[in-house]
């Protein structure tokens, strides 16, 4: 007799993630503007410590920039365009969207379709993720992988940044998840962290003697790295043969159907945290089939 229900398990998971969805949302939309506020703020201090150290006679010194206090919680969800506070009524996943015909009650702008896909996006991968591993640690675990690869994806195609405050802290969940063996053995994650990051750093080497440009962005290595270290070394190849694919094929259908700029970037991240997500579920059957290694 089972000790659980995997129905219910999948189901429980799922409606967890439509509600971590929703608070994604909020990480991908403030989270960059926390880290360039930061970014200002640092910058205006480094100023005014040059200015004190070497006096510029007649050179203005602009003070230091004020904003409206922001984190991941604090101030509540509000609509970007007429600043009204969303009401909780109005925050239920996915329902509340459909409810309100995807409009703001107030000021009846639409609301992005950015927000409804997210919370689909992560609830549909938090119930697979319940349905594959059932109730183990290995699930508990998972989710926090997939939040994150989400969160990632999403920022890194509004911003083309990829936080360390996500991809660090992953980076060393993935080795301390893996203590216990979780998705591979603790050296093979060690290995995979340090290969991840190894293998797209030279790429951008390579590419920048080669060309003078800056293919990619570090935060691309920190992402593999961190992969890696979840999934272990074995499952970088699949990573890297995925991510490409996808983004050779999606960057010339833009440039091709879209006629986007050969010059514009396109972020590598949400390709990385794709194949991320695929190699968590089916990468060492990917390894074994068309690779012939475990």
Not at 76 to 83: Q, Y
Not at 106 to 123: D, Q, S, W
Not at 271 to 282: E, N, P, Q
Request: hydrophobic letters at 55%; proline letters at 7%; one cysteine or more.
């Amino acid at each position: 007799m089972a000790l659980y229900d995997p129905a219910a398990l999948v189901a429980v998971c799922a409606l967890l993630g439509l509600l971590i969805g929703s608070f994604l949302n909020v990480v991908i939309h403030r989270l960059p503007i926390m880290m360039e506020r930061d970014w200002r703020q640092q910058c205006a201090e480094f100023t005014a410590g040059a200015a004190d150290a070497v006096p510029a006679a007649g050179h203005f010194i602009p003070p230091a920039p004020t904003f409206e206090p922001l984190s991941l919680v604090s101030p509540g969800s509000r609509c970007p365009h007429c600043s009204r506070p969303v009401r909780a009524l109005e925050n239920i996943p996915l329902l509340s969207y459909l409810l309100l015909k995807g409009r703001c009650k107030g000021c009846g702008k639409p609301i992005g379709v950015r927000y409804p896909l997210v919370e689909a996006l992560t609830g549909l991968l938090f119930g697979y993720v319940a349905w594959r591993y059932g109730a183990t640690f290995a699930t508990v675990c998972a989710l926090f992988f997939v939040a994150a690869m989400v969160a990632l994806a999403f920022i890194d195609i509004d911003t083309q940044l990829l936080p360390d405050d996500i991809t660090l802290p992953l980076l060393w969940g993935g080795l301390l998840v893996n203590v216990g063996n979780t998705f591979t053995t603790l050296p093979n994650a060690v290995i995979g962290a340090a290969a991840g990051y190894l293998v797209l750093w030279s790429v951008y080497w390579l590419f920048k003697l080669a060309t003078g440009k800056e293919g990619m962005g570090y935060g691309d290595f920190k992402l593999l790295a961190a992969i890696g270290a979840w999934l272990g070394w074995q499952l970088l190849p699949v990573v890297i043969l995925l991510s490409s694919l996808v983004g050779a094929v999606v960057g010339i259908a833009l440039i091709v159907l879209a006629r986007h700029g050969r010059n514009v970037p396109i972020p590598f991240g949400p390709y990385l945290a794709a194949a991320g997500l695929i190699a968590l579920f089916w990468g060492k059957a990917l390894n074994q089939t068309y690779l012939g290694v475990i």
